[in-house]
């Protein structure tokens, strides 16, 4: 019974406060305030990054500034990733009492152990006094799949899939992860706020998760068994912080722990009328998020990755994904009405942003989604993430979309291998 629970789908719980006529633009973000606290944030303080290694110099950078702590929580860092050890390194000789906490995903982070992986490269910064390293491990993964799972597709059972980059006052919210392809050629989404309440709050979200994490040792294996249950009741608590044109909800997603404002908030946001653009590296939405973009009566966009701009593409088995993920898109397509599709490719480069921008109408603003999450099966039923809904201008949002759009084009129709139709329909929950 309990191995049952992973593979049925989770129910969506509503927000108390959707019906069919939540449809106004300033409605449906009231509705979300009753449900989560609300950041605002002058423009002069909010910079959008363009490149990866704008998003890899930007990350150096704060960790050198920062005078009292930072804190990173990723899905893994490159085992590789020496640069940044090294910097993080400096920024802890040059200033002993910097405090520093890196959170991680326990089945990607040791994948590879006892040879080099994540874990490996993080032990050595625990001999700094002011280190901690934590790795969450989902509690779907059972003792049963331990045993019949290869390492390389535990992570497929859930992940901590949250990307937060904190440097006391200053955060970052992207899509990316810490490694090389992601610092060179590997497109995502990159926001930097220089805010104190809004990075306090993913401090504390940050605090959290560490708590139903295990702790890295020195020696690179996981001790330290984590707490069974965290409250995260303050994460939605209504309230007001500061002063600005930008507007910011933080929303998350934790399955396991009966938390689903990504989900719930996007059930009212996607009744907002106006042109609207989705993007995700790995498209696959589920059964209720399709019917939500199917019922638009606006045009709307979706940008997918070319097949070769997967990073799969290049993995043994996992070449099968980009056909996987074709399929998907194709049965999408056949019942869409009002959308255009196009495809990101670049040469040398792999494509991972994902977002959803709704523009309505007779505003000046734009909504978009921004975080982790993949808008996908897993996002929604295995996966831990971090979303933001932020309301910008509208010029602000269009230098983000642009960028995408200029490396695109019409979406091509391709033939795909049998077995990836197959392995789609018996492994459509984890993928």
Not at 367 to 386: A, P, Q, V
Request: net charge positive; charged share 20%.
């Amino acid at each position: 019974m309990r191995l049952l629970r992973y593979i049925l789908p989770l129910s969506i719980k509503n927000l108390q406060c959707r019906n069919a006529s939540t449809t106004n633009f300033s409605d449906a973000l009231s509705c979300i305030e009753k449900k989560a606290p609300i950041f605002r944030i002058h423009q002069k303080n909010v910079r959008i990054l363009i490149s990866p290694k704008e998003f890899h110099d930007t990350l150096k950078e704060q960790i050198l500034l920062a005078k009292r702590d930072v804190f990173l929580q990723t899905l893994y860092i490159g085992s590789s990733e020496y640069d940044l050890i090294s910097i993080i390194s400096l920024a802890l000789q040059r200033n002993p009492k910097l405090k520093v906490s890196i959170l991680t995903d326990a089945l990607r982070g040791t994948r590879e152990f006892p040879s080099e992986c994540t874990a490996t490269l993080l032990a050595p910064l625990l001999d700094y006094p002011n280190v901690e390293v934590s790795m969450y491990q989902t509690p779907a993964f059972t003792t049963f799949l331990k045993k019949i799972l290869a390492r390389r597709w535990r992570e497929g059972v859930g992940s901590q899939h949250m990307k937060i980059y904190g440097f006391d006052d200053t955060v970052i919210c992207s899509g990316a992860n810490l490694s090389n392809d992601y610092f060179t050629n590997r497109q995502d989404r990159y926001w930097v706020f220089h805010d104190k309440d809004l990075t306090s709050y993913h401090r504390k979200l940050h605090a959290a998760v560490k708590q139903i994490s295990y702790q890295l040792s020195r020696t690179a294996e996981l001790s330290s068994p984590p707490l069974k249950s965290v409250t995260f009741r303050e994460f939605f608590q209504p309230g007001s912080y500061g002063e600005g044109n930008i507007t910011v909800y933080p929303l998350l997603q934790l399955p396991y722990h009966n938390i689903t404002s990504e989900s719930d908030a996007l059930q009212i946001l996607l009744t907002v009328p106006g042109d609207w653009v989705l993007t995700s590296g790995y498209f696959h939405p589920p059964p209720w998020l399709q019917s939500l973009l199917h019922a638009r009566e606006d045009h709307g966009t979706v940008i997918t990755a070319a097949p070769n701009a997967y990073i799969f593409f290049i993995f043994g088995a996992s070449n099968l994904l980009p056909d996987v993920y074709e399929n998907y898109l194709s049965d999408f397509k056949k019942a869409s009405q009002n959308a255009r599709f196009v495809e990101w490719e670049r040469p040398g480069w792999t494509y991972h942003a994902k977002g959803i921008w709704i523009n309505p109408p007779n505003s000046s603003q734009t909504i978009t989604l921004l975080g982790s999450s993949n808008f996908g099966h897993r996002s929604y039923n295995c996966d831990i993430e971090n979303t933001m809904i932020i309301v910008c201008p509208r010029d602000l949002a269009m230098t983000e979309t642009d960028r995408l759009f200029h490396h695109t084009a019409p979406k091509k129709d391709r033939k795909t291998r049998f077995i990836s139709r197959v392995g789609g329909w018996l492994f459509s929950r984890f993928v």
